[in-house]
C-alpha cells in the first residue's frame, strides 16, 4: 500500500491511496482458504471443499470484503502515521479499480484545529441569585391551598355566579348535527377559567339549577380541531348543580392532606423547591456568561464541513419555507437558505461559526480533562426520556438502544453541561442578589440575539494576541 498525500491547504488534507493487486489478491486467498476450511457444502467433507468452488461461489462477496476492509485499513493508518485526528468522518473516492489491478482511492479529511485553550481560571462570572423571602413561599403555599381548593353545593337558591363551579351536561351541535367531542354528562366547569370555548362560560353566569340553556358560540377560526374552526354553534347546556369554593384554611392539617408532617415542613419542601428552580435558571444565566466569554477570547479555523451542517440547520430553524428533510437522500433539501435574505443568511452564518467554535473548545476541554459521559448518566438520561411517554416505555426504549445517534443526542448535553460544571469549578463566581423578575428577565435567546452576540466575537481575530494572552489549561491540570 503507498499513500502519499496531495493536499494540505487549511484543515483539509488529501491522500493518494494506492492498495496493489498482489496485496488484495493475498487477502483475498486468505479468506478464501480459512472458508474452505470451515464449508459445508453439498457433495463434498466438511473442510474439505476445494479453494477454486469456494472462490467459484464466494469470490465476488469476498473481494468486496477484502476491498472495504483494505481501504479502512488505509484510512486508519494514515490518520495515525500522520498523527492526524479528524474532525469528521474522512471521505474515501474510489477513483479507479478492475479486478486483477490496482486499487487506486482518494482520501479527504478535515482536520481538529489547533488552538490553545484559555486559561479559565481568569473568567469573571456573575452569576446572578435569588433569595428566597417568606413572602414567596406564602404565596406559593397559597397557590398550592388554591389549586386544592374544594367545593360545596350552595344551599340556597341563587343563580351561578363567576367563581362558582357547575356540573354540567351539554352537547353541542353545528349546523343542526352533534360533532365528535361535543357531549359530556356531569362536567365539571368553573365560570371565569376560560378553559372552554369563548363566551360559553360568560352565558352560564346567572343561570339556575335545574335550568337548560342554549349556549351560542363561535369556534375561533385557529380551533385546533380544523372542521370546527370558525364555525358557530349551539350547546344545550343542563346545569344539575352549583357548588362554590371552601376556604382552604393553611395549617398543619392541610399540610398533612399533602403528606406532610405539618406546615412547617410544607414550608421547607415549597422553600426548597423555589430554589432549585432559581438555581436552575441562575446557572442557566452563568453558563451563558461562560460561553460568551469564551467566545470572546478564542478565534481559530474551522472545519468546513462542521460548519456547513450547522450552517443548514440553522436556516431550517430560520427560514419556515425551507423544504423538510426527509432523510431520503435523493429528498434532501440542498438549499435550505433559499428564500433567505442576505443579511439572514449572514446571521445564520455568524452563529453557525459561534456554535461550531465553542462546541470544539469545550470538547477539547472535555477531551484534555478527562470529562467523559459514562455509562450510568446515559441510562438515566433514556430513563428521563422514556417518563415523557406513558404507556410507551417499551418501544421508546427499545428505540434507543437500537439507535446509537439517538443516545449521542441525549449524552451530548450531559458532556456539556459536565463541562460547564468543570469551568464554574475554576472560574471567578461573583453572586449577585437580583429579584424574580431581573432572574428570567430575557430568559430566553432568540437566533437574532444570538446572531448580535456571534458578530461580535467573531470580530476578534487576532490570534498571535490570544496566544499570548492565554495559556493551556493542560499545564495546570
Do not use: W
Not at 487549511?10 to 489478491?25: Q, S
Not at 438555581?279 to 466569554?293: E, G, M, P
Not at 439572514?344 to 467554535?357: C, G, H, N, P, T
Request: glycine residues 4%.
Amino acid at each position: 500500500m503507498a499513500v502519499t498525500q496531495t493536499l494540505s491547504e487549511g484543515l483539509k488534507r488529501e491522500f493518494e491511496v494506492i492498495i496493489t493487486k498482489n496485496e488484495i489478491d493475498k487477502s483475498v486467498d486468505q479468506k478464501l482458504e480459512t472458508i474452505a476450511k470451515k464449508a459445508n457444502l453439498p457433495g463434498f467433507r466438511p473442510g474439505k471443499v476445494p479453494v477454486s468452488v469456494v472462490k467459484n461461489r464466494f469470490g465476488k462477496q469476498v473481494l468486496d470484503e477484502v476491498l472495504r476492509e483494505s481501504v479502512d485499513t488505509a484510512t486508519k493508518d494514515t490518520m495515525e502515521k500522520n498523527k492526524l485526528t479528524p474532525s469528521s468522518q474522512p471521505k474515501i473516492e474510489i477513483l479507479s479499480f478492475e479486478e486483477g489491478k490496482d486499487l487506486k482511492a482518494k482520501l479527504l479529511v478535515e482536520i481538529m484545529p489547533d488552538f490553545e485553550i484559555p486559561d479559565l481560571s481568569t473568567l469573571n462570572i456573575t452569576k446572578p441569585t435569588v433569595k428566597v423571602t417568606e413572602k414567596d413561599i406564602n404565596d406559593a403555599v397559597e397557590k398550592i391551598a388554591n389549586e386544592n381548593t374544594d367545593t360545596r353545593e350552595i344551599t340556597n337558591d341563587r343563580t351561578a355566579k363567576k367563581g362558582d363551579t357547575l356540573v354540567i351536561d351539554f352537547i353541542g351541535k353545528v349546523d343542526g348535527k352533534p360533532f365528535e367531542g361535543g357531549e359530556a354528562k356531569a362536567h365539571n366547569l368553573k365560570l371565569g377559567s376560560k378553559t372552554f370555548i369563548p363566551g360559553f362560560e360568560d352565558a352560564l353566569i346567572g343561570s339556575s339549577k335545574g335550568e337548560t340553556k342554549k349556549v351560542k358560540v363561535t369556534f375561533p377560526k385557529d380551533y385546533q380541531a380544523k372542521n370546527l374552526a370558525g364555525k358557530d354553534a349551539v350547546f344545550e347546556t343542563k346545569i344539575n348543580s352549583i357548588r362554590e369554593d371552601v376556604e382552604v384554611k393553611i395549617d398543619d392539617d392541610f399540610a398533612k392532606k399533602l403528606g406532610l408532617n405539618d406546615l412547617g415542613a410544607l414550608k421547607k419542601a415549597v422553600s426548597e423547591q423555589i430554589s432549585k428552580q432559581h438555581q436552575q435558571q441562575s446557572r442557566d444565566k452563568a453558563k451563558r456568561q461562560i460561553l460568551d466569554k469564551l467566545a470572546d477570547l478564542v478565534s481559530f479555523d474551522l472545519p468546513e464541513t462542521l460548519e456547513k451542517e450547522e450552517y443548514n440547520n440553522i436556516c431550517k430553524a430560520m427560514n419556515p419555507n425551507s423544504k423538510p428533510d426527509t432523510g431520503k437522500s435523493e429528498e434532501k433539501n440542498p438549499d435550505p437558505d433559499k428564500g433567505m435574505s442576505k443579511e439572514e443568511k449572514l446571521d445564520a452564518s455568524e452563529i453557525a461559526k459561534r456554535r461550531v467554535r465553542l462546541g470544539l473548545l469545550l470538547s477539547e476541554i472535555g477531551r484534555k480533562n478527562n470529562i467523559k459521559v459514562e455509562e450510568e448518566d446515559t441510562r438515566n438520561a433514556m430513563m428521563k426520556e422514556i417518563q415523557k411517554y406513558p404507556g410507551q416505555e417499551k418501544q421508546i426504549m427499545d428505540y434507543l438502544k437500537s439507535n446509537p445517534e439517538a443516545q449521542q443526542q441525549l449524552s451530548g448535553p450531559i458532556f456539556e453541561d459536565k463541562i460547564i460544571d468543570f469551568i464554574l469549578e475554576l472560574a471567578n463566581i461573583k453572586e449577585k442578589i437580583v429579584s424574580v423578575e431581573e432572574l428570567y428577565k430575557e430568559d430566553e435567546m432568540d437566533l437574532k440575539k444570538e446572531a448580535t452576540k456571534a458578530k461580535k466575537s467573531n470580530k476578534v481575530v487576532d490570534k498571535n494576541k490570544i496566544k499570548k494572552q492565554t495559556k493551556k489549561i493542560s499545564k495546570k491540570s
